[in-house]
């Protein structure tokens, strides 16, 4: 079992971390404009309608990276360092931006504009946070 | 708003003071506070029953997992004017980040709506006497943190090195060109007694080997955090007249605010630019003039990635042309022509300040009170926090200046 910080599922968050923990990413759909948003909020971010009843679906698609940094110091503790977090966006809408590690290692060739898939890191029973690995054509 | 701000040149700095920027806190942040704020009652040519009104920002007295007690380790203005036995009749807080131009801007609007004759502006940073600042023991990530902490991403440092990577990879920018602002930053602090970095200059060569904790950056890009106070006295152009410090003007101003919903700290540089660009189009239409007019720009460096959004956001090179600026000498404080953004140290070579040695150099230069580091100023700027989040304002000690 993993020594890494385990998120808290709240009654936001309850059905996305459910969804992980199956190794699918489900993130919050607008009921409204359909569109998606991370973190939920309290409105759409979107289309800023005042009730928009998130519902979690399963993301399409791949993602490209924004940015990269490499993590060999850490504040919080449990992760092995070094280890590399990717700024990424989704592919069928840009404006959802996820950030996490990626699991080709610390010293993987990266460039901006490179695909990643998402996968899983599985930190006890039940409980796995999304990454990302290289998608096979970039 | 877009058009120039309607108490241009009306309200002025009239005096100051703060504290030696220590490591570790020694004593109750409050304790440091009053002290401050009395002097600069003293300084102003003022005593504590005119002072009417109290502007601050308390947030964010540390990060990692340190409780804020007021008077402890934060300070608030309502606790400040109780234990100053003040009589106020305004005292205002600005909640969130982009505290010190906040809350500047709090105390220049009271000035000018005359909610207070005379107001005191401050802030109290708090480093704790033992523990980590930003080490954090937690092992459950609850609410905004359950977005980022189980992935990795803990907090502004990763943060920013993220953009600052996007940058690089965007524009270019070296190492080398970043030695010249830390170096920059350091070499002036250097020679600030009060500074936590008095005496202590540093070259480029050992920017370069110092080890890189989360690339591109190394420690020497993040400022060190500290405890200290500054304190400023605001009054009316009028009222400033009878006080024995030259005045120092508020042209204009801009305020920053996040448009895209993000995951908790999750910056990103084309917001940065975006919003950077935004704000100095305000910014410049309120204090009725351009980056041309500018002497002085005193830019915010909690991390030295700053530095470059806000060159390039203010207008002072183009964007992604701030690393060579930099390289060309454009903020080199040894340059009588340059903008040497930081000539008063700014927070990598004072301490983690948030804004107070960007907004002293400004006051400091513009009332000739700079010592042997003073420059022919008349214009001056200073911004604090990303842009997003942040703001910047103009200064000046020509009130009557051409005004475009």
């Known amino acids: ?138 | 708003m877009s058009r120039r701000f309607g108490a241009h040149n009306k309200i002025a700095i009239v005096g100051y003071a703060h504290s030696t920027a220590l490591r570790r806190a020694i004593e109750p942040l409050g304790s440091v506070a009053l002290r401050t704020a009395a002097a600069a009652i003293k300084d102003s040519g003022l005593t504590v029953d005119q002072i009417d009104g109290f502007a601050s920002s308390a947030m964010l007295p540390t990060s990692g997992a340190h409780q804020s007690v007021d008077g402890l380790s934060s300070v608030s203005s309502n606790w400040l004017a109780q234990h100053l036995a003040a009589s106020p009749s305004y005292v205002v807080g600005f909640q969130g980040h982009g505290q010190l131009t906040s809350s500047l801007t709090l105390a220049v609007n009271a000035l000018a709506s005359g909610a207070a004759d005379y107001m005191l502006l401050h802030r109290a940073l708090h480093n704790p006497a033992v523990g980590k600042y930003n080490d954090n023991p937690m092992k459950l990530a609850r609410g905004a943190q359950q977005w980022t902490a189980p992935q990795g991403f803990f907090g502004a440092l990763p943060a920013i090195a993220m953009v600052y990577n996007e940058y690089c990879q965007r524009y270019g920018a070296t190492r080398e060109a970043m030695a010249r602002v830390v170096v920059e930053a350091r070499n002036n602090g250097a020679k600030l007694p009060w500074s936590h970095w008095y005496g202590k200059p540093i070259t480029a060569q050992e920017y370069m080997a110092e080890p890189i904790i989360v690339d591109p950056m190394c420690r020497l890009d993040c400022d060190i955090p500290v405890q200290a106070v500054g304190v400023f006295i605001l009054t009316t152009a009028e009222r400033a007249k009878d006080l024995p410090n030259k005045p120092v003007y508020v042209s204009g101003y801009a305020n920053g605010y996040p448009e895209q919903h993000r995951l908790a700290l999750h910056w990103t540089l084309d917001e940065m630019q975006e919003s950077g660009q935004a704000l100095a189009k305000r910014l410049w239409v309120s204090a009725g003039m351009g980056p041309e007019a500018i002497q002085l720009a005193q830019v915010y460096d909690a991390f030295s990635p700053f530095v470059y959004i806000w060159l390039e956001a203010l207008g002072f090179c183009p964007i992604g042309e701030a690393h060579r600026f930099v390289l060309d000498g454009g903020i080199d404080s040894s340059q009588p022509g340059s903008i040497a953004a930081l000539s008063g140290g700014g927070a990598i070579g004072s301490g983690r300040l948030h804004g107070l040695p960007q907004l002293l150099e400004c006051y400091l230069q513009l009332s000739g009170r700079a010592g042997e580091r003073q420059r022919a100023v008349t214009n001056a700027v200073f911004s604090y926090s990303a842009p997003y989040f942040g703001g910047a304002a103009i200064l000046t000690n020509d009130p009557a200046g051409a005004v475009r």
């Open chain 1, 1 to 138: 079992m993993s020594d890494r910080v385990l998120p808290v599922p709240d009654e936001s968050s309850a059905p996305y971390w459910a969804a992980c923990a199956e190794h699918v990413l489900k993130l919050p759909r607008c009921s409204n404009c359909r569109k998606f948003t991370l973190p939920p909020d309290v409105t759409c971010p979107n289309c800023h309608c005042l009730d928009p009843n998130f519902t979690y679906e399963k993301v399409p698609g791949r993602f490209t990276v924004r940015t990269w940094t490499i993590i060999r110091h850490s504040f919080i503790k449990g992760f092995d360092l070094p280890f590399l977090l990717v700024d990424v966006q989704l592919d069928v809408q840009p404006n959802v931006r996820m950030i996490g590690r990626l699991i080709d290692g610390a010293d993987a060739p990266l460039k901006i504009g490179d695909a990643v898939e998402v996968t899983f890191d599985d930190l006890a029973p039940g409980v796995a946070v999304p990454a990302f690995s290289k998608a096979a054509s970039s």
